[in-house]
């Protein structure tokens, strides 16, 4: 049997799963198993492509059968997303990894696999099975799949300009007196709201900036629909690496002003009180220079830190398309 995977997440995931059993149960003697990492999705969510490429890799490599392990959604034919589908008399089968939901991935594309292994074994069946995704349930499982799959706690890591510009402004800003008077003035809800705006904008600068948003490819209702879905992942994958951020930011920035600043200082209240407020209202003003950083990014660089590896090369051809 062949298992071929999509580089990075997909192949870690099939790697581990080269040990599955026959079968039934059957005996392992002449039973085995090999992992190819390729991208035979090439970016594109169509079923029936996937399962041609991967039943044309079975020919080719001899497989008996030949299963396909990507990290992109797969749709059917009237838009509905699917978590698998089988081709028995092509002996392949295909299946969406962030349709798992994203938690216990391994144990669920384990326990996936193996049945779509068993489902192309038996000799009765000859008709092409898909695996809906059950409604609105399924479609929030796989929202959630597909942000879990880009790696949202890696964005700053990627963003390096935009780290180095954060760290700098929030350490200038604390040994501001002049940040020090606007910090003491504001209220709890205000600070709230620069906090809430601070990553609103910055996820809005990081979608304009990397042009990550994603517009349909005709007016058909199913082209909508997908748009909204790869917007809300993007969406999400940006506020929840944000936030991420921003809360590093006010770790490491409270550190800083522990290490330097006297709490007398700061505020005319004993303790240190004040420079928890002071490192609150830093961090939001550290999260907008970050803003600022991410400007000396190129596109291909934003695009890699937002997004899984199939993802980015899916967003780079629809955007060498559009040129």
């Known amino acids: 049997m062949g298992l071929v995977a999509d580089p990075a997440s997909p192949t870690h995931v099939a790697r581990r799963m080269t040990d599955l059993a026959p079968p039934g149960g059957d005996d392992r003697q002449g039973w085995d198993i090999q992992l190819v990492s390729e991208p035979f999705t090439l970016g594109s969510e169509d079923i029936d492509t996937a399962l041609r490429r991967l039943r044309s890799l079975g020919i080719t490599s001899e497989w008996d059968l030949v299963i396909g392990v990507t990290e992109l959604p797969l749709r059917d034919d009237d838009g509905r997303y699917l978590l698998a589908a089988i081709d028995p008399q092509r002996h ?109 904008i910055v996820v809005a600068w990081i979608v304009i900036d990397g042009e990550l948003w994603d517009r349909p490819e005709d007016e058909s209702t199913q082209a909508r629909a997908r748009s909204r879905l790869y917007n809300a992942s993007t969406l999400l994958t940006l506020t929840v690496g944000v936030v991420i951020c921003y809360s590093a930011l006010y770790v490491v920035n409270l550190a800083w002003a522990l290490f330097v600043l006297d709490p007398s200082l700061v505020g005319d209240s004993p303790g240190y009180g004040d420079l928890f407020v002071l490192t609150w209202f830093v961090a939001s003003v550290a999260t907008l220079g970050g803003a600022l950083g991410t400007g000396l990014e190129s596109d291909d660089a934003i695009r890699a830190a937002a997004y899984s590896k199939r993802e980015e090369e899916r967003r780079a051809r629809l955007a060498n398309e559009r040129e």
Do not use: C, H, Y
Not at 109 to 127: I, K, Q
Not at 134 to 162: D, H, I, Q, T, Y
């Open 92 to 200: 392949s089968a295909v299946l969406s990894l962030p349709a798992l939901g994203g938690f216990r991935v391994q144990t669920r594309a384990r326990e996936a696999v193996r049945g779509l292994v068993s489902g192309m074994a038996e000799p009765d069946s000859r008709e092409e099975k898909r695996l809906p995704l059950p409604g609105v349930s399924g479609r929030g499982r796989l929202l959630l799949g597909m942000v879990l799959a880009n790696r949202p706690w890696l964005l700053a890591a990627g963003l390096k300009s935009a780290l180095v510009a954060a760290l700098a402004t929030g350490a200038v800003a604390t040994i501001e007196p002049t940040v020090w008077m606007l910090a003491g003035s504001l209220s709890g809800w205000r600070l709230a709201v620069a906090t809430i705006a601070s990553i609103a």
